[in-house]
Each structure stands twice: as structure tokens, then as C-alpha cells.
């Protein structure tokens, strides 16, 4: 007998590594306590129909659309590359969507929503037990930004998908779980529009066009050995427009190392140096990659004066959310900091494994 099926997904924080996935360097994310939830009970219909509370919308989703899927429609490309891996697809469902994560805001709303569509449509099949986390990352970075030919790289989907603290390596797509004692953590929602795409096409762009610029000289150059004695060497060749670009892909990928050499056990866990090596990474993504606006950097600094370890943005920046690193003495006055200097929202969340 065919049941009603409930799918979730969790949403997710960039912790080092932001603008990096696109370079296929490194990233350090984690998933939180915030979900994208999908249920449904089954129809004799030959398309889905799910009503999208949050924005308060209904979404039909044909069974036989194989060909006409339009910009961003995930619902569809999902299905597209399900069937492709050889999965059929034929019993439809009407339900509910809905979630508690922020939407266009940096927690990646919309790389939930496909994890949690994907493993929605493989219990309807009765095959979510015998398909990895892995995978189901590699179908949603598939349907998402491959399919769409989107700018963005792999951390969201990967990260969504396997749940908890992770170092993924988006060179091979390898992860290694690291450390998740970090304490409480709190996200501010600043209340500007994230602005995803151009923020990352310019970044993008630019960060290539530098690497591109030293690599026509020196031949060998591995973006992935390089440290502070080669940005400083070769700095020279790339044009001045990419400098700030050429900074922030060496020296991000550098504190990135440095935050894993500690969460994965190898050092001792200071939250303190851990903090301060995210604002660290903020400044780069402040001040090179040109990504935070004005009113969130007061926001954030706002944070750390109230006792925050360490804030940054999270996402693509340009808008969005906010993540503080605090302790149970300083989370309330972190929340209310955020507060007073013109976050819409702020709140404690958690790591969570899914």
C-alpha cells in the first residue's frame, strides 16, 4: 500500500572557504537546524501538485515534462536527472512545502529544497536506503547548477546532503567530517536581498582571470600548494583590476587550512582563534571581494562589540544572513546587538548531522 511521505533538508552555513568552490579549492561548511520540509500523500493524477506555503503558492510538476523545463524550475530538472541515473518515476503526490529557513538570504533555501525534493521522490520509489549521501549531492549539484549552467560551485548541495560539520575537498568531491563543538552559533537575517548571481559572476570572472594571468607565465602554478611567499611573488602578473581577486583566493584558501588543521583534531580547539580567523575571512570577503554592504558591516560589528568570537556573512553575499560564533554568557547580547543595528531577525541555531 502506497503511504504518505515526509522528506527534509537542513539549511546551511559557510564557514571558510566562501568564493573558493567556483576555483575547485576547499570549503568548510556545515548544516543547522533550520529545514525545508516536503510532504505529500499519493494522487491518480499525472502530475504532483504541492502547495508552497511559505510563499503561498501551488507548484504542479508534470510526471512526462522531459524536455520543456524552464530557468530554474529545480522541480523538473530533479526529475530530469533522476531519470537519467535510471530511476522511473510514475505514481504522482499532492502535499505541502514548507520551511523555517529564510529564503534568498544565504542559507541556501533553494539547494534544501532540492536535497529534500530528491529524497522525497526516492522514498516514492522505496529507494532512498540504497542510495549514499554522496550521491544525492552529486544528482542535486546536477539538477541545480550543471543542468542551469548556474555560476556557483558544489559546497551547498554536498554540504545539505551529508549533514554536519564537513571539509569538502571540491577538487575530487571528497568530504572529511570535522569537529562540530563550536557552542552556540547565531544567525542574523540583515533584511537586504541577497543579490547570489552577479555577486558570484563577478567574482567568479575575476577571480579566473587572475589565476589565469599567473598560470600564462608560470605553467606550473597549483593554485592548491600556494601560500603567502607565492601571491606575493607573482602578484606582478596579474592586472591591477584582479589584485584584490588574486589576493582573496591565496589567502582565503590559507585560513581555510588553518581552521582544519584545528577542527579535524590535528591542534587543540581554541574558539577563540577560530573566531578570529572568521573575521579574518570576513575582511577579505569585505574588502577584496566586495560583497558585504554597509549596513551588515555594522551589523557585524555590532556583534563583536556585543562579544561575538567571530561574524561574517554567509553565501554569496550582497545581502542575506549573518553568522556569529558565541558563548552562552554573550549569545542574548549577540542577538540583541544584531538587533539594534538593523537586522530584521536574530536567533540561536545549532550544528545538526540532518
Excluded at 234 to 246: I, K, T
Excluded at 274 to 296: F, V, Y
Excluded at 334 to 352: N, S
Aim: proline share 2%; aromatic share 10%; with cysteine.
Amino acid at each position: 500500500m502506497i503511504k504518505s511521505i515526509k522528506a527534509k533538508a537542513p539549511a546551511r552555513i559557510c564557514f571558510f572557504g566562501d568564493h573558493q568552490d567556483y576555483l575547485k579549492l576547499p570549503v568548510i561548511a556545515g548544516t543547522i537546524n533550520r529545514y525545508i520540509h516536503v510532504e505529500g500523500e499519493p494522487i491518480n493524477e499525472s502530475k504532483f501538485n504541492f502547495y508552497l506555503s511559505d510563499i503561498q503558492e501551488n507548484k504542479l510538476i508534470y510526471l512526462n515534462n522531459k524536455n520543456n523545463i524552464v530557468d530554474g524550475d529545480y522541480f523538473h530538472s530533479v526529475l530530469y536527472i533522476l531519470r537519467k541515473a535510471g530511476f522511473d518515476f510514475k505514481q504522482a503526490y499532492q502535499g505541502n512545502i514548507s520551511g523555517t529557513i529564510p529564503i534568498n538570504a544565504g542559507l541556501s533555501s533553494s539547494s534544501a529544497l532540492v536535497v529534500a525534493w530528491i529524497r522525497f521522490l526516492l522514498k516514492s520509489v522505496d529507494q532512498e536506503k540504497n542510495v549514499t549521501d554522496e550521491q544525492i549531492g552529486r544528482w542535486a549539484y546536477e539538477a541545480e547548477v550543471s543542468y542551469f549552467k548556474q555560476p556557483g560551485g558544489l559546497m551547498d548541495q554536498y554540504t545539505i546532503a551529508q549533514g554536519g560539520l564537513l571539509y569538502i575537498d571540491t577538487l575530487t568531491t571528497q568530504s572529511e567530517r570535522l569537529n562540530t563543538n563550536l557552542g552556540p552559533l547565531v544567525i542574523a537575517e540583515s533584511g537586504l536581498a541577497k543579490k547570489t548571481l552577479k555577486v558570484l559572476q563577478n567574482a567568479r570572472s575575476y577571480s579566473q582571470r587572475a589565476i589565469a594571468a599567473v598560470k600564462e607565465k608560470i605553467t606550473d602554478f597549483d593554485l592548491h600548494k600556494a601560500d603567502e611567499k607565492q601571491y606575493k611573488e607573482y602578484a606582478s602578473l596579474v592586472p591591477e583590476e584582479f589584485q584584490d581577486h588574486w589576493y582573496a583566493a591565496i589567502h582565503n584558501h590559507i585560513l581555510t587550512q588553518k581552521a582544519r588543521a584545528m577542527l579535524s583534531g590535528k591542534q587543540a580547539l581554541n574558539l577563540q582563534q577560530l573566531g578570529s580567523w572568521m573575521d579574518a575571512h570576513q575582511k577579505i570577503l569585505q574588502e577584496r571581494i566586495q560583497n558585504t554592504p554597509q549596513a551588515m558591516q555594522q551589523q557585524l560589528e555590532a556583534a563583536r562589540n556585543a562579544g561575538a568570537l567571530g561574524a561574517k556573512v554567509i553565501g554569496s553575499g550582497g545581502g542575506g544572513c549573518m553568522v556569529a560564533m558565541v558563548t552562552e554568557e554573550t549569545k542574548e547580547a549577540v542577538i540583541r546587538a544584531f538587533m539594534d543595528a538593523g537586522a530584521a531577525r536574530a536567533y540561536e541555531v545549532e550544528l545538526t548531522m540532518q
